[in-house]
């Protein structure tokens, strides 16, 4: 039977997702689970393994030629293993053997899952035709990859473009990674609500209190709720600034669940941008929603692993 379809695996401090992508970036079958809440190396990996037995169960799994993981960072492609700074029980733990396992020992390769995003959007989203990108997931945490001279550029070890640990407040909190004052402490839609609560936001009759109550709040003219987006976006707008100065990115794609705020985020960040890429040869770089949606770490798994491991039947050119 012809191989002409990919597995992913999307691997976050929230859900566990996976799907079977066909090589137009469909998703033909998918599904997902919590992350769970206490987070220790077993737990997770039932939840990892009851996914892939999902989709090993179904009928088109005889057509999958490679498995592709996305998986929150930092990851180590070349051993194999994954320490995701908000999976806290995960510390080099060993992923790719673990799916390989499940899968019957096909292909696998691994990505941080900002590289995933940046794959996805290079292929089939805001970022289709650009030379020189930046494109980042907000959302539990902060990741990003890299699209250099046309092609994604995921370094050594499959971290490159990890801009939620830059750091951009030498005198910041400290972060989960050790480091103080990264993109991620400031950005991430944990510490957008975090932020906003300690000023004194608190949910409304519903008790949602997520980044999303945050941006309702905020679209609503709450100036706490306003105020915390807005300190969001400049710790983005910082990253993007010196990331654009290292590489000289043309654009920045931004998605996750916090860029589902829409202007909330993105008009703030916009203004912040305009002040920290000042150098004439960053000056024009532009910064645009997502266009893959909450599927982007599962396409973009899906097509670096038919890429690397040839699946014909996949037209990705990145």
């Known amino acids: 039977m012809q191989k002409d379809l990919s597995a992913a695996l999307d691997i976050g ?13 469909r998703l033909l079958v998918r599904t ?18 009851a996914v892939v037995g999902e989709l090993t169960a179904a009928p088109q799994w005889a057509r999958v030629g490679a498995v592709g993981i996305g998986s929150a960072g930092p990851v180590d ?3 194999g293993t994954v320490s995701p700074v908000n999976i806290p029980g995960w510390r080099g733990f060993p992923l790719v053997a673990g799916v390989r396992a499940l899968t019957g020992d096909l292909p696998v390769v691994l990505m941080g899952d900002g590289v995933a995003m940046a794959a996805a959007e290079h292929w089939q989203g805001a970022a289709r035709g650009r030379a020189n990108a930046l494109c980042m997931v907000v959302s539990t945490g902060v990741g990003g990859g890299l699209i250099l001279g046309g092609r994604p550029h995921p ?19 400290r972060c ?10 400031i950005a991430s839609g944990p510490n957008i609500v975090r932020r906003a609560r300690e000023n004194g936001w608190r949910p409304g009759p519903g008790g949602e209190d997520g980044a999303a ?12 709720a306003r105020h915390s987006f807005e300190r969001a976006a400049q710790a983005l707008a910082a990253g993007i600034a010196a990331t654009a100065a290292l590489v000289e990115i043309e654009l920045a794609v931004v998605g996750g ?4 705020a829409g202007e909330v985020l993105f008009a703030p960040l916009r203004r912040a941008l ?10 024009g770089l532009t910064v645009v929603p997502a266009e893959t949606g909450t599927d982007a770490g599962l396409v973009g798994a899906a097509a670096a692993a038919a890429q690397q491991f040839r699946l014909d039947a996949f037209a990705a050119t990145f």
């Open 13 to 25: 401090g929230t859900k566990i997702a996976g799907a079977l992508v066909d090589g137009h970036g």
């Open 32 to 49: 997902a689970r919590p992350t769970p809440a206490d987070r220790d190396a077993a737990t997770v990996m039932r939840a990892v393994a």
């Open 213 to 224: 109550a945050v941006a309702a709040a905020a679209r609503a003219g709450d100036p706490v």
């Open 257 to 260: 669940g916090v860029a589902g």
């Open 274 to 283: 305009r002040e920290f890429a000042t150098l004439s040869f960053v000056s």
């Open 77 to 79: 492609a070349a051993a």
């Open 155 to 173: 370094g050594p070890t499959g971290n490159a473009g990890h801009i939620g640990h830059i750091s951009i407040d030498l005198d910041g909190d």
């Open 176 to 185: 989960p990674c050790g480091a103080r004052g990264c993109v991620e402490r």
